[in-house]
């Protein structure tokens, strides 16, 4: 019995010396071979990339790393500037290789009908007459300036500017509307739907202005406004001022 137990123990420490064996050759095959391959550089997740997340925020949430040639994957980002304008289309993970494929200009996304928000926005749609949106030309994936009117205390009407380069989800066909049916002759209006991300605070803005728009005491119209547009000389529009 004793012999047995003996024989029991000795087998299964030539085991674990074994597998120790085996364990440490492994991984001096693998430091040899690294030794002698050409390393890449390569981007590397160090924090969670939500979704929608635009390329300009990526610095603080990846790192440099250097990688075996035959470990890098294809389409790897080894530069951020190979994806300047552009936003996540998935969420990525720490550890995960910067690919270029998980990438996409939001204009893309949108002729696909399909514009991520971008992380901690949320959406709001509203009703406008379609000469307030560029005439029906505003498309999800644009980006749209907002200038909001509406009636001072004193009764006199006001417009401003309020927000710039808000992007444009969605936007759909709304309903024809008569804004006055008493009147003679009165013809419908023709609306749209624009959906726009925002974050909370701005939401409650345009929430308001599309509440005073409802109320026949102001209005909000939409201008298409490209990477490049001047926003410098906006003021407070009064009936003083409106004729300088």
Request: glycine residues 10%.
């Amino acid at each position: 019995m004793r012999i047995r137990i003996i024989g029991a123990i000795l087998a299964l420490v030539l085991a674990v010396a074994g597998t120790i064996a085996v364990v440490l050759y492994v991984r001096d095959a693998d430091r040899r071979a690294a030794e002698g391959a050409e390393l890449v550089p390569v981007y590397v997740v160090s924090d969670t990339i939500p979704q929608g997340t635009p390329a300009e925020r990526l610095r603080d949430l990846v790192t440099l790393s250097r990688y075996a040639r035959s470990a890098v994957h294809p389409d790897a980002v080894s530069s951020l500037g190979e994806l300047a304008g552009q936003v996540s289309t998935i969420t990525l993970l720490p550890g995960d290789q910067l690919v270029a494929s998980r990438f996409a200009d939001p204009a893309d996304l949108a002729a696909q009908g399909n514009v991520v928000v971008p992380d901690g926005m949320q959406e709001v749609t509203i009703a406008l007459p379609v000469e307030q949106v560029v005439g029906g030309a505003v498309r999800g994936g644009d980006r749209v300036g907002l200038v909001v009117s509406t009636v001072d205390a004193e009764g006199g009407a006001v417009s401003r500017f309020v927000f710039h380069k808000v992007l444009v989800t969605r936007t759909q066909a709304g309903d024809n509307f008569v804004p006055d049916p008493s009147a003679q002759d009165a013809a419908p209006v023709a609306t749209i739907m624009v959906t726009l991300a925002l974050t909370t605070p701005d939401i409650e803005r345009v929430v308001w202005a599309a509440e005073q728009q409802q109320n026949d005491r102001g209005g909000i119209w939409l201008t298409l406004e490209p990477e490049g547009a001047d926003e410098s000389g906006s003021r407070l529009v009064t009936g003083e001022v409106a004729f300088e």
